[in-house]
């Protein structure tokens, strides 16, 4: 492939376990720079769980209450491990759900790390050219880890305007040829393994829905992508996939659902798939946009070099980066996975 520097061979997923975004910007960009065309905060401090503070959130929010008429969600990894029980949230008697607003926090975290992103850019820090991504969740995926089925329907269309409203105080604050936007999208890639307890027969339907009116809601002088997930709080995937089938299937949902650009689509590849076989499904992928493979592994050089090579025959042209962010994993592995990043973009 042979990708220059500067040309955005290397995507980070979002988190990194480092104390703050200024720490996150000042190793990334020393390390990585040449190789990067957008740059995340970290998503340090209260973010570093990834959504588990919306939950905090949803916990002390006067018109959210739990629901004791339905059992607690069991989360189980993929080898059947119990990772934690959690009780699920409905909206309180008499309250009206489209008068309900939620702070997700998202537009707050952005505006103070784009501060800080702005001053290290002056200081010569941070590359020009290179641009400030913003990680957002979509509305299921807090509304399949926290919210009753019961509440599916009401809770993704208010969390939907309170996203939105976010994004917007976010577009309306940092300028556009500045931003990237990143979907994470996890408890989709969940429900179409039918992972959760409770699966609506359209959810299909409702996923690329979904998907295509949170992309639509960028504008075009903003950057979009997209990272696919099979959840990984411990380290380890929620569901090992069998290939990269179903990945494809909701890429070319989002491509054939977004009317605007689509810049980039990211998915995992796990450690052990070193062999064709998981990316033969990329044959079918339909769309013109830059990929982001996920097969970059803590202290495996040689496995990520066999990764990057089966890739190659189905793939095609295609940057590198890991699974999932690295906000939960030993802050001790970050400089080795630093190292494997820029050892993988050399070799491209």
């Known amino acids: 492939m042979n990708q220059p520097a500067g040309s955005g061979a290397v995507h980070l997923v979002g988190s990194i376990a480092m104390d703050n975004c200024e720490q996150v910007f000042r190793e990334i960009s020393a390390e990585l720079g040449p190789y990067l065309d957008k740059i995340p905060d970290g998503e340090t401090g209260e973010r570093a769980r990834w959504i588990y503070f919306q939950r905090t959130m949803l916990m002390e929010h006067p018109a959210m209450e739990i629901d004791p008429t339905v059992p607690e969600l069991a989360l189980h990894q993929w080898d059947g491990k119990l990772l934690r029980s959690l ?51 979509t509305p299921m995926s807090s509304c399949y880890m926290y919210v009753s089925h019961k509440s599916y329907d009401d809770y993704q269309r208010v969390y939907l305007k309170s996203l939105l409203n976010a994004l917007n105080r976010i577009l309306d604050n940092i300028p556009h040829e500045d931003l990237y936007i990143q979907y994470d999208v996890c408890q989709e890639v969940l429900i179409f393994e039918d992972y959760f307890p409770h699966r609506p027969p359209d959810y299909k339907e409702q996923i690329f829905n979904e998907l295509a009116v949170l992309g639509d809601a960028v504008p075009a002088g903003v950057r979009l992508g997209y ?68 097969l970059i592994h803590h202290d495996d050089e040689d496995g990520d070099r066999r990764r990057i090579e089966a890739a190659q025959v189905y793939a095609g042209d295609f940057g590198i980066g890991t699974e999932c962010g690295w906000g939960r994993a030993d ?13 993988a973009a050399e070799a491209l």
């Open 87 to 137: 009780p699920l949230l409905r909206f309180r008697k008499g309250i009206d759900p489209d008068g309900v607003e939620f702070a997700t926090g998202y537009d707050r975290a952005a505006e103070y790390s784009y501060g800080v992103f702005q001053r290290l850019r002056e200081e010569g820090v941070i590359s020009p050219g290179v641009r400030f991504q913003v990680c957002l969740p």
């Open 227 to 294: 990272h696919l997930c099979y959840g990984t709080p411990y380290d380890e995937h929620l569901v090992m996939p069998k290939d990269a089938g179903i990945l494809v299937e909701l890429m070319n949902g989002i491509m054939g659902g977004v009317k605007r650009k689509v810049d980039f689509l990211h998915i995992p590849v796990p450690r052990n798939r070193t062999d064709r076989g998981y990316f033969m499904p990329l044959e079918n992928f339909r769309g013109e946009t830059k990929l982001y493979l996920g």
């Open 331 to 343: 802050p001790k592995r970050v400089p080795g996975l630093l190292a494997s990043h820029r050892k």
